[in-house]
């Protein structure tokens, strides 16, 4: 009994340290300017960041905790608090998790391989920046996780075909498969529905200030910086690797065999991907009018009458605990804006920034990506951007900055700290492939983040102003 | 009677499955190969289990895949699996997810026994835990860390026997039964003497005392066990030592020798912040530690009352 109270106690103790820190906070004197319940939820907010670096227990229950926490210190009144948890945003991220997880359902990698080495020929080199362009592009719009899934077994085919012809592993395997990491972790700031990152800061703009962006008035702004990245993102993974000049003629051969054997597509594959492109179309043509959510709610309903997806589908390849996470983020990002905390952190900083004179420009820019670095490096993507997209519009506010510029260098700075095979689910994914070596994602990280910051700041001094 | 043996990291030790392996063919036993896979952030988890299903459709061998098949080529090697007429193995069900909430590949042994290759991802000690939670093992197979704290949680808190297996003692021989007078010294002794039986190993007996007045009484109490092994026809000797347990089995024990102890009297919230005289002993002496934990009421003790 003593015992498993013990184990329990010791595997849940990130939580009470968490609790006790909360506490600790409480008893603190309040900081000039602050407001008693922007302290308190300060307080959660730290609270979270521990639950979330530490994962003591299930995500999910660290979103209904905030929910708790919030309802506890009246940050909210109930009814307001039930309101933060659901948005058009949310709506967005469960319709595009849905369409994704249809994707996936559909055997169209082999295909897609096919078709991409038909594009690129046989030499290495191209294929690999054949997957980097079909990542960065297919992510853009799918999602990191969805095109890493896909791409991963088409990669791993290639290399698996090379190695039954030359009977040794092929030198440019861990090239290509960080093609796949690299293309997908950091291209998802290209649309809307490329991460939930995006759609948290379009719910918080919408919300918190009078900023309306929809979704072809997103793709005007992050597009551009994408396909200026993809090259740049090809020499990254191509210097970081050395291989020999090869080509992938007699594996292309023997898949075009196993191609050829497999049946043709059928009219459910071509009913998911006019589905799809639909839905992108509805997204880019009326999401001022309809919102987000709703136009991904029609494309998921139709490929349910459809009989292209199932609810056995949705709630296999969906993952849900992470959905509720984000519902809890948000609503603790609206907390911090309206218990005065955004304000108070937002003041501290612009004072920060007037002692050195940097209230504008590049050098506000590059605060604010370093910090978007540095929380997500800690608590993913999303995370950061759901902890600091209500400071960042306030400090917009006090320093009369663009709110759509310091949002957009939150998004894509956030999306830049891939360091680790933990940093976002692409790296994962690949890692988990087991034929890359964890240390390989800071030799290549480090010089794909400095290329994504470095255009950043390029696009937002020169490029964004001008829309 | 079943048996789990867990393995972790890519590089796992075979010495401990071989151990296992021959445990399990001597005592006709159900064995269960666990292998824990590094943790994944709860974040990414669900969308690498679809990667993962996706590289399965695709017939591309995952690394813990790559695991349990090197560990299926060990039983195959040791002819612990039953085989058809074609050669083929004789299979139950491939590799399914969600089988008490882990990944399974289930087949049968020579006689009969159920053989269960297991996949789960996470914490180790946390993982065997949920294992031994759902499925009633005899004994758990351990392969000794070289940290400490692993060690010290392993023998803490996993709730069934234990056999931490060191790295130079991959052989036993012999049972170094530790004995004193205490009810789980009994279920030690008496779970050392049926699978003793079993495995047709002899027990040494080490009895230890602080005081010299107490020697003889020890003496009385190791005669008695002699009187047990013999009546169940396994040979045995005894030793009695004035001092602490800790130095006497270090004196006593070499690689030959499996060293039998009961779980540690000891609080267990003491034992937590200070360890005990299990992970002491598992950490000093260069032989392979039995931790019985599970109480076998008293029979032993009837049998030890009763005149020879």
Same mark, same amino acid.
């Given at each position: 009994?003593?015992?498993?109270?013990?184990?329990?106690?010791?595997?849940?103790?990130?939580?009470?340290?968490?609790?006790?820190?909360?506490?600790?906070?409480?008893?603190?004197?309040?900081?000039?300017?602050?407001? @008693?319940?922007?302290?308190?939820?300060?307080?959660?907010?730290? @609270?979270?960041?521990?639950?979330?670096?530490?994962?003591?227990?299930?995500?999910?229950?660290?979103?209904?905790?905030?929910?708790?926490?919030?309802?506890?210190?009246?940050?909210?009144?109930?009814?307001?608090?039930?309101?933060?948890?659901?948005?058009?945003?949310?709506?967005?991220?469960?319709?595009?998790?849905?369409?994704?997880?249809?994707?996936?359902?559909?055997?169209?990698?082999?295909?897609?391989?096919?078709?991409?080495?038909?594009?690129?020929?046989?030499?290495?080199?191209?294929?690999?920046?054949?997957?980097?362009?079909?990542?960065?592009?297919?992510?853009?719009?799918?999602?990191?996780?969805?095109?890493?899934?896909?791409?991963?077994?088409?990669?791993?085919?290639?290399?698996?075909?090379?190695?039954?012809?030359?009977?040794?592993?092929?030198?440019?395997?861990?090239?290509?498969? @960080?093609?796949?990491?690299?293309?997908?972790?950091?291209?998802?700031?290209?649309?809307?529905?490329?991460?939930?990152?995006?759609?948290?800061?379009?719910?918080?703009?919408?919300?918190?200030?009078?900023?309306?962006?929809?979704?072809?008035?997103?793709?005007?702004?992050?597009?551009?910086?994408?396909?200026?990245?993809?090259?740049?993102?090809?020499?990254?993974?191509?210097?970081?690797?050395?291989?020999?000049?090869?080509?992938?003629?007699?594996?292309?051969?023997?898949?075009?065999?196993?191609?050829?054997?497999?049946?043709?597509?059928?009219?459910?594959?071509?009913?998911?991907?006019?589905?799809?492109?639909?839905?992108?179309?509805?997204?880019?043509?009326?999401?001022?009018?309809?919102?987000?959510?709703?136009?991904?709610?029609?494309?998921?309903?139709?490929?349910?009458?459809?009989?292209?997806?199932?609810?056995?589908?949705?709630?296999?390849?969906?993952?849900?605990?992470?959905?509720?996470?984000?519902?809890?983020?948000?609503?603790?990002?609206?907390?911090?804006?309206?218990?005065?905390?955004?304000?108070?952190?937002?003041?501290?900083?612009?004072?920060?920034?007037?002692?050195?004179?940097?209230?504008?420009?590049?050098?506000?820019?590059?605060?604010?990506?370093?910090?978007?670095?540095?929380?997500?490096?800690?608590?993913?993507?999303?995370?950061?951007?759901?902890?600091?997209?209500?400071?960042?519009?306030?400090?917009?506010?006090?320093?009369?900055?663009?709110?759509?510029?310091?949002?957009?260098?939150?998004?894509?700075?956030?999306?830049?700290?891939?360091?680790?095979?933990?940093?976002?689910?692409?790296?994962?994914?690949?890692?988990?492939?087991?034929?890359?070596?964890?240390?390989?994602?800071?030799?290549?990280?480090?010089?794909?983040?400095?290329?994504? @910051?470095?255009?950043?700041?390029?696009?937002?001094?020169?490029?964004?102003?001008?829309? | 009677?079943?048996?789990?043996?867990?393995?972790?990291?890519?590089?796992?030790?075979?010495?401990?499955?071989?151990?296992?392996?021959?445990?399990?063919?001597?005592?006709?036993?159900?064995?269960?190969?666990?292998?824990?896979?590094?943790?994944?952030?709860?974040?990414?988890?669900?969308?690498?289990?679809?990667?993962?299903?996706?590289?399965?459709?695709?017939?591309?061998?995952?690394?813990?895949?790559?695991?349990?098949?090197?560990?299926?080529?060990?039983?195959?090697?040791?002819?612990?699996?039953?085989?058809?007429?074609?050669?083929?193995?004789?299979?139950?069900?491939?590799?399914?997810?969600?089988?008490?909430?882990?990944?399974?590949?289930?087949?049968?042994?020579?006689?009969?026994?159920?053989?269960?290759?297991?996949?789960?991802?996470?914490?180790?000690?946390?993982?065997?835990?949920?294992?031994?939670?759902?499925?009633?093992?005899?004994?758990?197979?351990?392969?000794?860390?070289?940290?400490?704290?692993?060690?010290?949680?392993?023998?803490?808190?996993?709730?069934?026997?234990?056999?931490?297996?060191?790295?130079?003692?991959?052989?036993?021989?012999?049972?170094?039964?530790?004995?004193?007078?205490?009810?789980?010294?009994?279920?030690?002794?008496?779970?050392?003497?049926?699978?003793?039986?079993?495995?047709?190993?002899?027990?040494?007996?080490?009895?230890?005392?602080?005081?010299?007045?107490?020697?003889?009484?020890?003496?009385?109490?190791?005669?008695?066990?002699?009187?047990?092994?013999?009546?169940?026809?396994?040979?045995?000797?005894?030793?009695?030592?004035?001092?602490?347990?800790?130095?006497?089995?270090?004196?006593?024990?070499?690689?030959?020798?499996?060293?039998?102890?009961?779980?540690?009297?000891?609080?267990?919230?003491?034992?937590?912040?200070?360890?005990?005289?299990?992970?002491?002993?598992?950490?000093?002496?260069?032989?392979?530690?039995?931790?019985?934990?599970?109480?076998?009421?008293?029979?032993?003790?009837?049998?030890?009352?009763?005149?020879?």
């Amino acid at each position: 009994m003593l015992r498993t109270l013990l184990f329990e106690i010791e595997k849940r103790i990130w939580l009470l340290v968490g609790f006790v820190c909360v506490l600790i906070i409480q008893w603190l004197p309040t900081p000039a300017g602050l407001t @008693f319940q922007g302290k308190q939820m300060l307080a959660i907010v730290f @609270f979270a960041i521990i639950l979330y670096v530490t994962e003591p227990i299930p995500l999910p229950g660290v979103a209904t905790l905030i929910v708790v926490l919030q309802a506890l210190y009246r940050i909210e009144t109930p009814q307001e608090l039930a309101r933060s948890l659901m948005s058009d945003s949310l709506l967005f991220i469960i319709s595009t998790l849905m369409l994704a997880a249809a994707v996936i359902k559909q055997n169209l990698d082999q295909r897609m391989l096919w078709f991409l080495l038909n594009f690129t020929g046989p030499n290495i080199s191209a294929v690999i920046l054949g997957f980097v362009t079909v990542c960065a592009l297919l992510t853009s719009f799918l999602g990191e996780s969805a095109t890493a899934s896909i791409m991963l077994p088409v990669a791993l085919v290639l290399v698996q075909l090379f190695s039954e012809r030359s009977r040794e592993a092929p030198r440019f395997s861990p090239a290509l498969l @960080f093609s796949i990491a690299c293309g997908c972790a950091f291209s998802g700031f290209g649309t809307p529905s490329g991460g939930a990152r995006n759609a948290i800061m379009m719910d918080y703009w919408q919300r918190l200030s009078t900023v309306r962006m929809s979704y072809l008035h997103w793709i005007q702004y992050a597009y551009p910086l994408l396909l200026v990245q993809l090259p740049l993102l090809y020499f990254a993974v191509r210097s970081s690797f050395r291989y020999q000049e090869t080509d992938v003629f007699e594996p292309m051969v023997l898949l075009r065999r196993k191609v050829r054997e497999m049946e043709r597509l059928n009219a459910r594959d071509y009913l998911t991907i006019g589905v799809l492109i639909l839905t992108i179309l509805i997204w880019m043509t009326s999401s001022a009018t309809w919102g987000l959510g709703i136009p991904g709610i029609v494309g998921v309903s139709l490929m349910m009458i459809f009989g292209i997806l199932d609810w056995e589908d949705v709630n296999h390849r969906v993952n849900w605990g992470v959905v509720m996470l984000y519902a809890g983020s948000v609503s603790m990002g609206v907390g911090v804006y309206i218990s005065g905390a955004a304000d108070w952190l937002g003041a501290w900083l612009t004072n920060f920034l007037a002692r050195t004179g940097f209230t504008h420009g590049t050098v506000l820019h590059f605060c604010i990506g370093l910090i978007a670095m540095a929380m997500s490096s800690l608590v993913g993507t999303a995370g950061a951007v759901a902890i600091l997209g209500p400071v960042v519009l306030r400090l917009s506010a006090l320093t009369q900055n663009n709110p759509i510029i310091l949002g957009m260098i939150l998004v894509i700075t956030a999306a830049a700290a891939n360091f680790t095979p933990m940093s976002s689910p692409a790296c994962t994914i690949v890692y988990g492939s087991g034929r890359v070596r964890a240390r390989d994602y800071l030799r290549v990280g480090w010089k794909m983040s400095l290329i994504s @910051f470095g255009l950043v700041l390029v696009f937002a001094r020169y490029i964004w102003p001008r829309f | 009677m079943k048996l789990l043996v867990c393995i972790g990291g890519e590089v796992f030790s075979t010495a401990t499955v071989r151990l296992a392996v021959e445990f399990a063919a001597r005592l006709q036993a159900d064995l269960s190969i666990l292998y824990v896979g590094s943790p994944i952030t709860q974040f990414h988890q669900k969308e690498v289990q679809l990667a993962k299903e996706k590289l399965a459709q695709w017939m591309i061998e995952t690394p813990e895949m790559k695991v349990l098949n090197s560990a299926l080529d060990i039983l195959r090697e040791m002819n612990f699996l039953k085989l058809d007429n074609q050669g083929q193995l004789n299979i139950r069900h491939g590799f399914k997810p969600e089988i008490s909430g882990a990944f399974e590949f289930h087949l049968y042994g020579s006689l009969g026994q159920n053989v269960r290759f297991r996949y789960r991802e996470g914490e180790i000690v946390d993982n065997i835990r949920k294992e031994t939670e759902q499925v009633h093992y005899d004994l758990v197979f351990v392969g000794a860390s070289q940290k400490r704290r692993l060690v010290h949680r392993i023998l803490q808190f996993v709730p069934s026997n234990t056999m931490m297996i060191k790295k130079g003692a991959t052989h036993p021989e012999k049972f170094l039964l530790c004995v004193k007078r205490s009810k789980s010294s009994r279920s030690a002794a008496w779970f050392t003497i049926q699978i003793a039986q079993l495995l047709s190993m002899p027990i040494e007996i080490l009895a230890t005392t602080r005081f010299p007045a107490k020697v003889a009484r020890l003496k009385v109490m190791t005669d008695r066990y002699m009187k047990v092994c013999e009546r169940y026809q396994i040979p045995s000797s005894s030793y009695v030592r004035v001092g602490g347990l800790e130095d006497a089995v270090m004196q006593v024990a070499t690689p030959l020798h499996l060293v039998v102890m009961g779980p540690s009297r000891v609080n267990e919230l003491m034992q937590y912040f200070f360890g005990s005289l299990p992970v002491k002993i598992s950490q000093k002496v260069n032989a392979s530690i039995l931790l019985v934990k599970e109480e076998r009421k008293e029979e032993l003790k009837n049998l030890l009352q009763r005149p020879a």
